[in-house]
């Protein structure tokens, strides 16, 4: 959508360009003289590129405004507080944002889905209290309810994203901050208030 605006923005651009410039020639030219008259085509023609390529750039630090990722992968994403899942609940899934959102004991910790081992998407199996929660169905890596590793090729626990809860209780994630870890730990979580 954002490419197609960004190419509109730029022809729509670059055509103003033209028809200003073609304008100004015309004000420019001489009619008694062929040789003026070419060196204004000339030059209109050069000005309309310059000024087509200027669209162009111009376009493209549109699109540097424009945030790219909103809504998915990549940005900040919102659970609403009715979402939220009770301490050993089921895991709030979001598939656009790639992360299971858990609630434990020590607070909320969001999960990033992608297994570490070599990427497939981990579905979670349950129960919370089973040590095979999560089962990678690639190669059988195997995961608790936290994301640590109980099973399986894979190198270390699941990964977890930045997590805030917000004043109204729902819960932001920031699925363009994933972390890495050894294993679980409580500062992993963030205590739903
Ligand atoms: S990708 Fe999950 S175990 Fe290999």
Same mark, same amino acid.
């Given at each position: 959508?954002?490419?197609?605006? /960004?190419?509109?923005?730029?022809?729509?651009?670059?055509?103003?360009?033209?028809?200003?410039?073609?304008?100004?020639?015309?004000?420019?030219?001489?009619?008694?003289?062929? /040789?003026?008259?070419?060196?204004?085509?000339?030059?209109?023609?050069?000005?309309?590129?310059?000024?087509?390529?200027?669209?162009?750039?111009?376009?493209?630090?549109?699109?540097?405004?424009?945030?790219?990722?909103?809504?998915?992968?990549?940005?900040?994403?919102?659970?609403?507080?009715?979402?939220?899942?009770?301490?050993?609940?089921?895991?709030?899934?979001?598939?656009?944002?790639?992360?299971?959102?858990?609630?434990?004991?020590?607070?909320?910790?969001?999960?990033?889905?992608?297994?570490?081992?070599?990427?497939?998407?981990?579905?979670?199996?349950?129960?919370? @209290?089973? #040590?095979?929660?999560?089962?990678?169905?690639?190669?059988?890596?195997?995961? @608790?309810?936290?994301?640590?590793?109980?099973?399986?090729?894979?190198? /270390? #626990?699941?990964?977890?994203?930045?997590?805030?809860?917000?004043?109204?209780?729902?819960?932001?994630?920031?699925?363009?901050?994933?972390?890495? /870890?050894?294993?679980?730990?409580?500062?992993?979580?963030?205590?739903?208030?």
């Amino acid at each position: 959508m954002i490419r197609i605006v /960004r190419t509109l923005f730029g022809l729509i651009f670059g055509w103003i360009a033209s028809v200003v410039l073609g304008v100004l020639g015309r004000f420019h030219s001489d009619p008694m003289s062929n /040789r003026v008259q070419r060196r204004t085509f000339v030059r209109n023609a050069t000005l309309g590129a310059v000024g087509s390529t200027l669209a162009v750039v111009a376009a493209g630090f549109g699109g540097l405004m424009w945030p790219n990722k909103t809504g998915a992968f990549g940005s900040k994403l919102i659970v609403p507080a009715d979402d939220v899942p009770p301490v050993d609940g089921v895991p709030f899934r979001n598939v656009a944002g790639k992360f299971y959102l858990i609630h434990n004991t020590d607070g909320l910790m969001a999960l990033y889905t992608k297994c570490p081992h070599l990427g497939c998407t981990v579905p979670y199996v349950g129960p919370a @209290d089973s #040590p095979h929660a999560f089962q990678c169905p690639c190669h059988g890596s195997m995961y @608790d309810y936290e994301g640590d590793r109980t099973g399986g090729p894979a190198p /270390r #626990p699941m990964d977890y994203m930045t997590v805030t809860v917000e004043p109204d209780g729902s819960v932001m994630v920031n699925t363009g901050e994933i972390h890495t /870890r050894e294993s679980y730990d409580p500062s992993q979580t963030v205590k739903l208030a």
